[in-house]
């Protein structure tokens, strides 16, 4: 018989010179799927700002933003973060810089930057601003500081948040854009007598009205809000539940003591950050309005 090596040979010395011969084609490539962005934009709760042993509020890999993305990249293996989120960020130094350094100047325009050198790859971007602005009496109240600051609080962040959506809009043409409204720490004060349940009133009802205006401006620009004020049960002061070392306190208060460090003993507490659980629940929040 005959040996098939000659005509083997043959074959191989056709594939490697191009030529289209029956059996020689090469195996088909797979090529990886464009990389796609989730533009986190904020302040500390973006980065997972939480205290350390020390009491100091350090940056973890913990917070809403990582835990949304872990959650988006199982459907989505191509995702990838890009998180621009400042600690101590405010309304207003989103819009001008002065907090965190960003080579454009502010974390707007690095987003704004961001989203035009990505244009059309960007899927998702998650907002939460507002909770440190130095009118936070709304969010932080007292008996004595809400009434004289209130107007004039809500007239600088919803038009600080306007100018912040009228930038990013524009930029983000066709992406989901997420706003986050906010839990409120300051229920807390419920567990100090009747002095402080009447504060915890106080600060829900303010903040129910603050959360009410951001809502307003996100939808206004088309963006949808992740309701975590309601995911915290803020303005629920019935259905008492049983806190471990806490006793029985109202559903609003004991999310804030089981779901943040604000009724933390010293020195990581009090401290108004959300923990690993809370993170988990604000993230949720954001699947739930859509981000998925």
Not at 120 to 145: E, H, K
Not at 201 to 212: D, H, K
Not at 274 to 290: E, H, P, S
Request: proline share 7%; net charge positive; aromatic share 8%.
């Amino acid at each position: 018989m005959r040996s098939a090596l000659p005509a083997l040979a043959a074959v191989v010395a056709a594939c490697l010179a191009g030529a289209v011969v029956t059996g020689c084609s090469a195996p088909p490539r797979h090529h990886a799927p464009p990389a796609s962005y989730y533009l986190a934009l904020g302040d500390s709760l973006s980065q997972g700002v939480q205290p350390n042993s020390s009491g100091a509020s350090v940056e973890t890999r913990d917070g809403y933003a990582n835990l949304l993305y872990a959650a988006l990249r199982r459907h989505h293996p191509g995702l990838r973060l890009a998180d621009l989120g400042c600690p101590g960020e405010t309304t207003a130094t989103m819009i001008r810089g002065g907090t965190c350094d960003y080579r454009a100047g502010s974390q707007l325009a690095a987003a704004v930057s961001f989203l035009r050198a990505h244009r059309g790859r960007v899927s998702l971007i998650t907002v939460d601003i507002g909770a440190n602005d130095p009118n936070s009496c709304i969010l932080r109240p007292s008996f004595a500081r809400l009434m004289p600051c209130a107007g004039k609080a809500l007239l600088e962040t919803t038009a600080n948040l306007t100018k912040i959506m009228t930038a990013l809009r524009p930029a983000a043409r066709g992406t989901r854009i997420i706003g986050m409204n906010y839990y409120l720490p300051e229920l807390a004060e419920w567990r100090h007598g009747f002095a402080g349940e009447m504060l915890a009133r106080l600060a829900e009802f303010a903040a129910l009205g603050y959360n009410t205006l951001l809502a307003r401006v996100y939808r206004a620009y088309g963006a949808r809000i992740a309701n975590v004020f309601g995911a915290f049960h803020t303005s629920d002061f019935a259905d008492p539940v049983t806190v471990p070392g806490f006793g029985r306190l109202p559903r609003n208060v004991a999310a804030i003591c089981r779901w943040t460090w604000q009724c933390a003993a010293p020195p990581r507490g009090p401290n108004q950050h959300a923990n690993q659980a809370g993170y988990a629940v604000i993230a949720r929040a954001f699947l739930l309005a859509g981000a998925s």
